[in-house]
């Protein structure tokens, strides 16, 4: 399900969605994300933002191994809010995807189907204006060289028959933060072995 080298169904940047029901509000907000970490982070976010809500209720799919899937009613009744909301990531087949929907409370009981369908909608609704795409796995990695070897580096990651990104922090050395399809990763890191010498140090990316 989660093979490295398997293309996978994720969003293609943030997406936002809002509507009212019967006086309640709701703000869907969803974002494509690395890992759970990331995830969680955008989690917190949301919270923070809109701490006058009511609730606000997260969930989300990364590809981890196995698949990790997560959700949270806060505070709505049991399976009314989390468990819809995740329902939509599921049957959308989306994942490295976060959600969370935002409600102001209007003053009208929905009722636990009413809930469930407002919850949905609002995840479904930010999906659509995130943009659901597919994606390669893709792999991070750090690269730290001296100068001297920098623009071999640099050229490396640049060339044409490369699908990297990377970031590059000139400091007492040179240090480039990697992002590459996983298929590619390791011919990649051969190939900046082999231009300079053994001298690129390689290892995970930091932090």
């Known amino acids: ?27 869907g907000h969803v974002r494509p994300v690395a890992d759970r970490e990331e995830a969680e982070a955008f989690v917190a976010e949301i919270r923070a933002e809109y701490d006058d ?28 809010a989390g468990k819809p909301a995740l329902n939509v990531l599921q049957q959308e087949g989306v994942e490295n995807v976060v959600a969370v929907v935002t409600r102001y409370y209007g003053g009208t009981n929905l009722g636990v189907g009413g809930l469930a369908r407002s919850y949905s ?32 580096v640099r050229g490396i990651l640049e060339s044409a028959d490369s699908d990297a990104a990377f ?29 300079t010498s053994g001298r690129a140090e390689i290892g995970s990316r930091s932090g």
Not at 54 to 77: F, I, K, S
């Open 121 to 152: 909608r609002a995840v479904k609704d930010a999906l659509a204006d995130a943009e659901i795409v597919e994606r390669r796995p893709r792999e991070r990695f750090e690269v730290v060289v001296e100068y001297d070897d920098s623009g071999t």
């Open 1 to 27: 399900m989660t093979d490295a080298e398997d293309t996978y169904r994720t969003v293609a940047d943030r997406g936002r969605a809002r509507f009212e029901i019967r006086g309640s509000e709701f703000v």
């Open 53 to 80: 809500a009511t609730h606000n209720v997260p969930t989300y799919r990364v590809r981890e191994d196995p698949l990790r899937e997560w959700a949270d009613d806060d505070g709505e009744p049991t399976g009314s």
């Open 167 to 195: 970031d590059a922090d000139y400091a007492e050395r040179v240090a480039f933060e990697v992002d590459v399809p996983v298929g590619e990763a390791e011919a990649l890191r051969d190939r900046i072995r082999s231009a």
